[in-house]
């Protein structure tokens, strides 16, 4: 069964950093763009960055400038690094391909209060 899992969210202050990863099988990743989504609640799951195969990035305008994508294909990884946090970033971040969705994972909570 294809499963994609999400860690290192958490709670930060404004301002803050946090680094998420994004792990799954050689199937899943393969040579698939791959993105970050987040859902706030009450919200519809947006995509956030994404990343090609050959490392070439796209990012919200919400997000530019304060978050990196980036992706490891030897060990079929994804990062986000989020810097800059704001009370606006607080969501369930998950992470799948952006064409071809495969099954969502559980995501991983990012809070930003103070």
């Known amino acids: 069964q294809a499963q994609l899992v999400e860690s290192g969210g958490g709670w930060v202050q404004p301002g803050g950093s946090l680094r998420l990863s994004c792990t799954g099988s050689?199937?899943?990743?393969?040579?698939?763009?791959m993105g970050w989504y987040r859902q706030a609640p009450g919200k519809q799951r947006d995509l956030v960055a994404v990343?090609?195969?050959?490392?070439?990035?796209t990012y919200n305008d919400s997000v530019k400038d304060r978050f990196t994508i980036s992706r490891d294909n030897t060990k079929n990884e994804m990062y986000l690094q989020m810097d800059g946090l704001k009370p606006e970033d607080t969501a369930l971040y998950y992470c799948?391909?952006?064409?071809?969705?495969?099954?969502w994972g559980q995501g991983t909570q990012v809070t930003v209060s103070s």
């Open positions: 990343v090609s195969y050959g490392g070439t990035t």
């Open positions: 050689e199937s899943i990743f393969g040579t698939y763009a």
């Open positions: 799948n391909r952006v064409v071809v969705n495969v099954e």
